[in-house]
Nanobody, 124 residues
Framework: QVQLVESGGGLVQAGGSLRLSCAAS????????MGWFRQAPGKEREFVAG????????DYADSVKGRFTISRDNAKNTVYLQMNSLKPEDTAVYYC?????????????????WGQGTQVTVSS
């Protein structure tokens, strides 16, 4: 069992930055691939970024490539999402998710555990 708690969301102006954190508990956390997803009002939950268990492999949605960076610190049981050059269309609830297999989760139905989400609002 893995518990995930996100933090770091908030209100920021377009062009600004935020850093999201996802604190994980559970013995097997360091063996799980991790992902960040987001869901805007009236839209489906979508993949944003993912990282494999070691942190050596990452993947990003085209919409955030070059602006967002995912990383993990297994010693601290934490996954991060650094978000730069934020745009109003990045506004959403951001969720951290864990996948019990080694492969980076790209779809919500691939994820086994979810955090409660943190709101990110980007004003124009």
């Amino acid at each position: 069992q893995v518990q995930l708690v996100e933090s770091g969301g908030g209100l920021v102006q377009a062009g600004g930055s935020l850093r999201l954190s996802c604190a994980a508990s559970g013995r097997a956390y360091s063996t799980y691939a991790m992902g960040w997803f987001r869901q805007a009002p009236g839209k489906e939950r979508e993949f944003v970024a993912g990282v494999n268990w070691s942190g050596e492999s990452t993947d990003y949605a085209d919409s955030v490539k070059g602006r967002f960076t995912i990383s993990r610190d297994n010693a601290k049981n934490t996954v991060y999402l650094q978000m730069n050059s934020l745009k109003p269309e990045d506004t959403a609830v951001y969720y951290c998710a864990a996948h019990r297999l080694l492969r980076i989760p790209k779809r919500p139905d691939e994820c086994d555990y979810w955090g409660q989400g943190t709101q990110v609002t980007v004003s124009s």
